[in-house]
């Protein structure tokens, strides 16, 4: 008899409107595995595909969120949550930023994204939406935003960690281009079994990726972090011990690292003074302690995505903190 679990089909298509909506299907799952695949997959679309959000904000006299402006129809936190509404499809992994700078005139006018001056590596994604009113011809309404890439939902109390410059108000930045995610599981025959499953997803983005794209890209989160799992530590191990002739040789005419420097290489990376950001690409990217770290050349660092020269020296600025530095 065959004990093998039969395995599920690729996903296919259901339905797609435009580049925000999507339905699929995979069908075929061994009972229970729905559910498994399902809730797994939600979590790492709502959590670990990257995204552009507006982190901090100025507004032309206005020191505080608390703040009123006259000749504005909104109050400050109104604007602020306004702005945040606003999606950006970034081509840097700099931080870029952007402006608003509207007057008055003799009646009433809104001001909607489509006013935003971005840069060319900027693209404002929905121009409709709603900033402020201007009641008066008087007011100008001038307003800087930065806007960064990053994964998921940071506080502003975790991302902003040293204080911002008096008049720059902190935003809460959420990265993720995923609006809703939702799985359903139904039973489906296979073969004389009717307790297989047919998991079916409907997935809506803000339009930066596509409900397909970020299908496929949680899949291959999934399958990364898997083989990454793969096996035991003291394999590992062993597999990293072993060197070439040549190597052995350098090795034996290089002074031994001490004690102490030998530990601060064990040292996870999750330990390091890097902002969140870095810290992910650097995980993504397979590198798990300062050892590792301190192994890649700078060259090697700029080609993991995510990372920019403004991670590199994030980067350098860490290793150099603990006495090493990034391979010649």
Do not use: C, W
């Amino acid at each position: 008899m065959d004990y093998n679990i039969v395995l599920p089909s690729k996903p296919r298509v259901v339905s797609e409107e435009g580049n925000t909506k999507g339905v699929y299907e995979i069908d075929g799952l061994y009972a229970g595995y729905g559910h498994t695949l399902g809730n797994t997959l939600r979590r790492i679309i709502l959590s670990s595909l990257p995204g552009s959000a507006v982190t901090s904000v100025k507004i032309s006299g206005v020191s505080h969120e608390f703040s009123t402006m006259e000749g504005v129809m909104e109050d400050v936190i109104t604007i602020l949550l306004n702005i945040k509404r606003v999606r950006f499809a970034m081509h840097s992994d700099e931080p870029l930023i952007a402006k608003v700078s509207v007057k008055g005139s003799g009646k009433s006018k809104n001001v909607t994204a489509a006013d935003i001056e971005a840069p060319s590596q900027l693209e404002v994604l929905n121009k409709d939406q709603h900033i402020a009113t201007l009641t008066s011809k008087d007011v100008e309404f001038n307003v800087e935003m930065t806007i960064e890439k990053g994964l998921g939902y940071i506080s502003k109390e975790n991302y902003h960690k040293e204080k911002v410059d008096v008049g720059t108000i902190a935003l809460d930045a959420m990265f993720t281009p995923i609006r809703k995610v939702n799985y359903e599981v139904e039973n489906m025959r296979v073969g004389d079994r009717t307790d297989y499953n047919r998991l079916r997803f409907m997935i809506e983005t803000d339009g930066v990726i596509s409900p397909r794209e970020a299908l496929e890209k949680s899949i291959d989160i999934m399958i990364s972090h898997l083989r990454a799992i793969r096996g035991f530590q003291e394999e590992e191990i062993e597999e990293e011990t072993v060197m070439t002739k040549k190597e052995a040789e350098k090795e034996m005419e290089e002074p031994k690292e001490s004690e102490d420097n030998t530990e601060v290489l064990k040292t996870r990376i999750e330990d390091l003074q890097v902002s969140p950001r870095t810290l992910n690409a650097l995980s993504e990217a397979g590198i798990r302690t300062v050892g590792g770290l301190a192994r890649k050349k700078e060259e090697d660092i700029l080609e993991i995505e995510g990372v920019g020269n403004k991670a590199v020296q994030e980067i350098k600025d860490a290793l150099k903190d603990l006495g090493l530095s990034l391979k010649q």
